[in-house]
């Protein structure tokens, strides 16, 4: 019997095989290892046609109209960003499954439906969406990173994909993910690790980094990742993308595969990641405006809401969270965001982090509780070793189920004292940072605190870009005077390397209540607009 060394090796070969001849990069055109942005080496190569670069450098608004009428067609646009995702794969190692002929059939079929009847299918007509790892397709396998799940190919298909398809969809990729989805950064012992397009010595995040690293390079026009810890927000961030977690019960999760099956005391969500907030909010709509609590039981049935915003919103700043301060370029960010919010009129207040510390906690309970029996035994079926960012998995004890009802209980304590202090501020939102970096050198990211408590309050977040990038002529480090809050926090400043993340995107995460999407939708609009 092969051993797991081999089994993942023959995976990734399949997986360099499934490219076709003609999307393989010529070898005196590939990037030497020594380029660390790749973002525009479609432009700069001479590879892509012009048509393969304006299909591909479009957002999924500019292209569904065109769709829609036929001015394109959806094998056209299809074969274009299988083509520069196949590219992003070899420069990012982003992909986890392909099918590309599927999908070129399936826009074949789309365009000719169109010329039968003059109607497109849905209203994401022809176009290409990718897919995190997790999400079933027939035939295909969803690994989330485990080597024992190589060769258990789907035979269903994720409640969403379903949907999608109705609406007119394609599918053509899907992305890597790290083991069991629960790293902050795409690697796994399968796949190996997905870099960060815009510098390939810092992460694309985690764990839908796969996601950001082909919506970056401009492989996809928009794709869907899930998250249980920041697992949307924090790629996202690392490469200065839009991302929504939307509250559990507005986007259906139902058949996709879990790295911790059964596990509900904090609930994994989907949500889009995009280069436009018009795009986000566009695929919100159309998910929701399917009516997903038709297929999925879990979701709630609630419609796509309309939001009238005050003329001035009360914005809390949380400046830190109380265990690990921002890196200087993410704290400068922030400032300038406040600053010009409240010279458009905004009130702002601060938020106090006294609580974050204690949401932290109960995430890190619920994500151990069962002592890593779940991991534990997939990695055993196929004799895989734990990865050291597993160590907390590995050495963890089983709660036992009165515990655990304790730990249920401590949670709706946590959440009901923290909409309590929310109602008393009259807030409309928080602000905060969506994690401590940028981005962050690969191997080195430390804390998801700045999401995760949001994942146990299941709070609407929107992960944006702030608009600021890094200098690292003034994001110097913190000096000597600075009292680092914890050691987490003085690993963190210590580790902060303004070298390797100059001019790096920075986003900022804006957190409003409980399946409140289309409010936060609403108020990153008028942020972004104030930020301009």
């Not at 090796?9 to 005196?28: G, H």
């Not at 100059?502 to 399946?515: E, S, T």
Request: charged letters at 25%.
């Amino acid at each position: 019997m092969a051993n797991w060394e081999e089994i993942a090796a023959k995976k990734r070969q399949t997986l360099k095989d499934s490219i076709p001849p003609e999307w393989v990069i010529p070898e005196d055109l590939l990037p030497p290892d020594s380029v660390d942005d790749v973002t525009g080496f479609p432009e700069a190569s001479g590879w892509f046609t012009p048509e393969e670069l304006a299909i591909t450098n479009s957002n999924a608004l500019e292209l569904l109209p065109k769709l829609a009428s036929g001015e394109l067609k959806s094998e056209t646009v299809t074969r274009a960003f299988c083509k520069r995702a196949a590219a992003a794969h070899q420069l990012t190692n982003c992909l986890s499954e392909t099918c590309f002929a599927r999908g070129l059939e399936t826009a074949k079929k789309l365009d000719e439906h169109l010329a039968r009847t003059g109607k497109p299918v849905g209203p994401l007509h022809g176009l290409p969406i990718s897919l995190k790892d997790n999400f079933h397709l027939v035939g295909l396998d969803s690994t989330v990173g485990f080597v024992s799940h190589i060769g258990d190919a789907a035979t269903y298909e994720s409640v969403l994909a379903d949907l999608l398809r109705e609406a007119g969809a394609v599918f053509y990729v899907k992305t890597n993910v790290p083991t069991a989805m629960m790293i902050a950064e795409s690697v796994n012992n399968v796949f190996g690790r997905t870099v960060n397009p815009l510098n390939r010595k810092v992460t694309s995040g985690g764990s839908s980094g796969g996601e950001s690293a082909l919506i970056t390079f401009r492989g996809s026009p928009w794709g869907v990742g899930t998250d249980i810890g920041g697992s949307l927000r924090i790629p996202a961030a690392c490469t200065g993308i839009f991302t929504l977690r939307p509250s559990f019960g507005r986007f259906p999760t139902l058949r996709c595969r879990s790295g911790m099956p059964g596990q509900e005391a904090v609930q994994s969500v989907n949500g889009p990641m995009t280069r436009t907030l018009d795009d986000l909010e566009f695929y919100c709509k159309t998910v929701v405006g399917a009516e997903p609590w038709l297929a999925d039981p879990r979701c709630l049935p609630v419609p796509w809401r309309d939001v009238e915003l005050p003329k001035t919103l009360k914005i809390a700043v949380m400046w830190d969270d109380g265990m690990a301060l921002p890196t200087p370029p993410v704290t400068r960010a922030l400032k300038e965001a406040v600053e010009k919010l409240r010279a458009a009129g905004h009130e702002i207040t601060v938020w106090s982090s006294e609580d974050q510390q204690t949401g932290a906690r109960l995430l890190d309970r619920m994500f151990v509780a069962d002592g890593g029996k779940a991991i534990r035994k997939e990695l055993e079926r196929s004799g895989e070793p734990w990865r050291t960012e597993m160590g907390a998995y590995e050495v963890a004890e089983e709660l036992g189920t009165s515990e655990m009802w304790q730990l249920h209980l401590d949670r709706v304590e946590f959440q009901k004292r923290y909409l309590d202090r929310w109602n008393k501020a009259g807030i409309d939102a928080i602000l905060c940072p969506t994690t401590p970096y940028s981005s962050v050198e690969n191997g080195k990211f430390r804390h998801v605190g700045y999401t995760g408590v949001y994942n146990v309050l299941d709070y609407s977040c929107i992960s944006f870009p702030s608009g600021v990038l890094v200098d690292k002529s003034i994001d110097k480090p913190t000096g000597d005077s600075y009292k680092p809050m914890t050691d987490l926090d003085r690993t963190i400043q210590a580790e902060y390397n303004p070298d390797a993340v100059h001019g790096m995107p920075i986003n900022l995460q804006l957190v409003g209540r409980r399946l409140e999407e289309e409010k936060v939708v609403a108020m990153v609009k008028t942020m972004l607009d104030t930020l301009s």
